[in-house]
């Protein structure tokens, strides 16, 4: 069974998959941050155990919604779980009243974002040492 589940703060279980993926297997540094306090977390779970996660927040200076460090441990990718999350995303964004869902996708990444609607915007930058390009998507 697939559950969703939405929090405002940072779990345990969104640390423990942001700490796999982003810090042990695709070594970034600054992974935590004070965005963390500010966002709406979702984990999904599948039978109990957390599988995937992304935060959402409202910039107030670009008046947008973005997602980020979305994430699927290893032993679960290839089972449409980031799109499932993203779908969620851009649920609850619209229910919040917002239009666009902007996000910073590392660039080897960037076609999965294209394949649910995302357009690039600008030019490649580096967040660390890792290629990243903005994106949105109007709702």
Same mark, same amino acid.
């Given at each position: 069974?697939?559950?969703v589940?939405?929090?405002?703060?940072?779990?345990?279980?969104? &640390?423990?998959l942001?700490?796999?993926?982003?810090?042990?297997?695709?070594?970034?540094?600054?992974?935590?941050?004070?965005?963390?306090?500010?966002?709406?977390?979702? @984990?999904?779970?599948?039978?109990?155990?957390?599988?995937?996660?992304?935060?959402?927040?409202?910039? &107030?200076?670009?008046?947008?919604?973005?997602?980020? &460090?979305?994430?699927?441990?290893?032993?679960?990718?290839?089972?449409?779980?980031?799109?499932?999350? @993203?779908?969620?995303?851009?649920?609850?964004?619209?229910?919040?009243?917002?239009? @666009?869902?902007?996000?910073?996708?590392? @660039? &080897?990444?960037?076609?999965?974002?294209?394949?649910?609607?995302?357009?690039k915007?600008?030019?490649?930058?580096?967040?660390?040492?890792?290629?990243?390009?903005?994106?949105?998507?109007?709702?």
């Open positions: 069974m697939i559950e589940k939405c929090f405002d703060s940072l779990t345990y279980d969104e &640390r423990m942001r700490t796999s993926v982003f810090i042990e297997e695709q070594k970034f540094k600054d992974e935590f941050d004070e965005i963390d306090n500010d966002s709406f977390h979702l @984990v999904l779970y599948t039978d109990g155990k957390a599988a995937a996660c992304v935060r959402f927040f409202y910039d &107030r200076n670009t008046k947008k919604y973005y997602l980020g &460090r979305l994430c699927v441990l290893k032993e679960y990718r290839g089972r449409h779980m980031g799109e499932m999350l @993203v779908r969620e995303v851009e649920v609850r964004v619209k229910n919040l009243g917002g239009t @666009v869902v902007a996000l910073s996708a590392q @660039v &080897r990444a960037s076609g999965f974002y294209e394949k649910l609607g995302y357009k915007m600008g030019d490649i930058y580096y967040d660390e040492y890792c290629e990243h390009i903005h994106m949105e998507k109007s709702l």
